[in-house]
């Protein structure tokens, strides 16, 4: 939806609802629900688009770069996963056991970009976490 607003100069659709934003009952913590896109086609727009790829790296960067606050659990498994020497593997099969349906993806070539590509994102995420962390040791 950022991107949509951004591409189209449209801020109004900032807030329309989103339709795969959860909240918790009881605790107020939001879940995102994702579909295949955070492991295929997200991937493709990225690396397989040309400009709009760049479009799209541009603007998970600045998203990306737009906080510095994250939960220490999260930041442990990020650290956790970015320190497997194949951690699209470890991705893969977290996902193939837990969704059969994955497995009939698999062999696509949005999957290969997301086998070739996640490491560097994963890294990025990381060295920015690193950035963070340097800030408040300051």
């Not at 510095?68 to 593997?89: N, Y």
């Not at 999957?111 to 408040?136: A, H, N, P, Q």
Request: hydrophobic share 35%; net charge positive.
């Amino acid at each position: 939806m950022q991107d949509g607003a951004e591409r189209e100069k449209k801020p109004s659709i900032m807030s329309e609802s989103i339709r795969n934003l959860r909240q918790i009952d009881g605790n107020g913590k939001l879940i995102l629900i994702d579909n295949e896109s955070g492991l295929v086609d997200g991937y493709e727009l990225m690396y397989h688009g040309a400009q709009s790829g760049l479009q799209f790296l541009g603007f998970h960067r600045r998203i990306l770069r737009s906080t510095c606050v994250f939960r220490r659990r999260t930041v442990a498994r990020i650290r956790w996963l970015a320190a497997k020497q194949h951690p699209e593997r470890e991705l893969e099969e977290y996902v193939n056991a837990r969704e059969p349906l994955y497995r009939k993806l698999k062999e696509t070539p949005e999957v290969g970009l997301f086998r070739t590509f996640f490491g560097v994102r994963l890294k990025e995420v990381v060295d920015w976490i690193d950035y963070c962390d340097s800030l408040r040791d300051r």
